[in-house]
């Protein structure tokens, strides 16, 4: 990877935060509103999440909320946390009123809930973002494969039979033209292996979650994200 950054979505608490901190998390994603793709509420209020960024000595917070909203809430908000990019709850280009707020106040979007199929076409994975003017993309952050639990050793090991089927090096391409941080089935056997065939991604981006509302959704528990980062670092504990 062009770097080693690491970002964990949905924390909730300021003890989840310090330890992932400890572990070289980068970037902490916490849910300001419910993600509709999870039923197990660990969305926080702005309270808490201000608790979280107090804490902090080197992480970022990102929130994620509507930002479809009133432009000086979200801007109130990203500053109470000290954001240096916010994230939209759902797949979206927020209305240009609040792109050009938080320009102005030198914050990014992080556009998130993209979702790469084994079938989709490369060219497709960001082209409803690209026609947009002033996006303000901090990063593009897309589900690698989510619909199969074994999602990198079927992009590592299968996709390659069918040159039809979307391929390492069409994420590497992308990820060379747009910033691009990815998640995938990441274990601490695997973890290393993606980062060393991933050159060209930004970073790592592991959800933490106990129940989904659909199956072709990926999550991590809060034990399976410290063992992967713990690898990372190759120590165990």
Request: glycine share 6%; aromatic share 6%; hydrophobic share 45%.
């Amino acid at each position: 990877m062009t770097n080693s950054l690491i970002k964990v979505d949905r924390v909730r608490s300021v003890d989840e935060a310090v330890e992932l901190e400890g572990w070289g998390a980068d970037l902490l994603g916490v849910d300001l509103t419910p993600d509709p793709r999870f039923d197990d509420g660990r969305e926080i209020s702005v309270e808490q999440a201000v608790a979280i960024d107090t804490r902090l000595a080197r992480a970022s917070v990102v929130p994620v909320l509507d930002l479809a909203g009133d432009p000086i809430r979200v801007l109130r908000i990203a500053e109470a946390v000290h954001a240096r990019m916010v994230q939209p709850v759902r797949r979206m280009i927020p209305p240009a009123d609040i792109r050009a707020r938080l320009s102005d106040a030198g914050i990014g979007i992080v556009y998130g809930s993209i979702e790469i199929a084994h079938d989709d076409d490369p060219s497709w994975v960001l082209s409803d973002y690209l026609d947009a003017p002033d996006l303000q993309a901090s990063f593009f952050q897309a589900d690698v494969l989510p619909e199969y639990r074994d999602s990198w050793a079927f992009l590592r090991d299968r996709a390659p039979e069918y040159e039809e089927e979307f391929q390492i090096a069409d994420l590497n391409e992308l990820a060379g033209r747009h910033p691009t941080i990815v998640g995938l089935d990441y274990t601490p056997g695997n973890v290393r292996e993606i980062i060393d065939a991933l050159p060209l991604v930004r970073g790592l981006v592991l959800t933490l979650a106990e129940r989904a509302n659909r199956s072709d959704v990926r999550f991590h528990s809060y034990a399976e994200t410290l063992g992967v980062l713990r690898a990372m670092k190759g120590q165990a504990r």
